[in-house]
């Protein structure tokens, strides 16, 4: 099973930018869609964004949509998510996922441990 472990989190002021990324062990990480999901205190987990296994397709939520980039790279086993224009509601615990393709939980086997990003007003 695909091991996962994030990275960039941190603190930005509102309108500012932050990548995270998430590094995956095993040589079948080209077959998995890698998604973002997000926890904020007292709320559920929710889905951020998705790509599949080949990058070639993408999807985010409404509350991200334009603001938020998924990408990855195969060859380096790698996924990243840029986020710009972040907004205090961003402020959550971000979880990279290896799975199939969608955009509830129980699509994916795999998480990371989770980077905090806090985003102040």
């Known amino acids: 099973q695909v091991q996962l472990v994030e990275s960039g989190g941190g603190l930005v002021q509102a309108g500012g930018s932050l990548r995270l990324s998430c590094a995956a062990s095993?040589?079948?990480?080209?077959?998995?869609?890698m998604a973002w999901f997000r926890q904020a205190p007292g709320k559920e987990r929710e889905f951020v964004t998705v790509?599949?296994?080949?990058?070639?397709?993408?999807d985010y939520s409404n509350s991200v949509k334009g603001r938020f980039t998924i990408s990855r790279d195969n060859a380096k086993n790698t996924v990243a998510l840029q986020m710009n224009s972040l907004k205090p509601e961003d402020t959550a615990v971000y979880y990279c996922?290896?799975?199939?393709?969608?955009?509830?939980?129980?699509?994916?086997?795999?998480w990371g441990q989770g980077t905090q990003v806090t985003v102040s007003s």
């Open positions: 996922a290896a799975g199939i393709y969608g955009m509830i939980k129980a699509l994916y086997n795999a």
């Open positions: 095993g040589r079948t990480f080209s077959s998995y869609a």
């Open positions: 790509i599949s296994g080949s990058g070639g397709r993408t």
